[in-house]
């Protein structure tokens, strides 16, 4: 099966950067996505990892290592806008997309 | 622009009735999903179906069944709601292989009470 693990909460303040890990495990892989989701609004696609390293995007980079079942979404320049839930999410073999529970980002002024 | 539009936003149903939810997209793709979420237990895959006809067990598919006669439409069904149902559900398509696979566009949800 599959499972994903991620923090339940971060706090950081507006300016700063942060950082919330996933960290998984499935029978198969093929690739890490993150999602960000505001309350009262559905899911949005933010990135995608499916070999290891960095990808960038805008103010958002995630990055992934097999080896160590492991990928983090990077937030610079922290906006309130940015306060959010960030979900990770696994792909098997099949396309099971399987979702971390969530983590909830509070940016404070 | 791309959209997955699921029918209803709000239902209110009574324990034992049958729930129909349904979810069309406008992007011809081959995968759809039905998720619900809950409080802390974030994203739980219920059913997901890569073609028309073809349907696969999430991990919590008990209680619900689906059906995909046309690859634009994918119904979730209760057939016979209980309260432990009240969620909200989110309906998700992407396209096949990889990186598509991966991308999932969803709908803004159907929440569903059951008294």
Request: glycine fraction near 10%.
């Amino acid at each position: 099966g599959q499972s994903l693990e991620q923090p339940s909460e971060v706090t950081a303040v507006e300016g700063a950067i942060v950082q919330i890990n996933c960290t998984y495990q499935t029978s198969g892989f093929y690739g890490l996505s993150w999602y960000q989701q505001h309350d009262g609004g559905a899911p949005t696609f933010l990135s995608y990892n499916g070999l290891d390293g960095l990808e960038e995007t805008g103010r958002f980079s995630s990055f992934l290592s097999r080896s160590d079942s492991y990928g983090y979404l990077l937030l610079q320049e922290l906006q309130m806008k940015d306060s959010a839930s960030y979900f990770c999410a696994s792909r098997d073999s099949s396309y099971k997309l399987i979702f971390g529970s969530g983590t909830r980002l509070l940016v404070r002024p | 622009d791309v959209k997955v539009t699921q029918s209803s936003r709000y239902l209110v149903k009574r324990t034992g009735e049958k729930v129909f939810l349904e979810c069309v997209q406008d992007m011809d793709h081959e995968n759809m999903f039905w998720y619900r979420q809950d409080p802390g237990l974030g994203l739980r895959l219920i059913y997901f179906s890569y073609d028309v006809k073809m349907k696969e067990k999430g991990d919590i598919p008990e209680g619900y069944s689906v059906s995909r006669e046309k690859k634009e439409r994918f119904s979730l069904i209760l057939e016979s709601a209980s309260t432990n149902q009240t969620s909200m559900y989110l309906c998700a398509s992407s396209l096949a292989g990889t990186p598509g696979a991966n991308v999932l566009t969803f709908g803004a949800g159907s929440r569903l009470t059951v008294l």
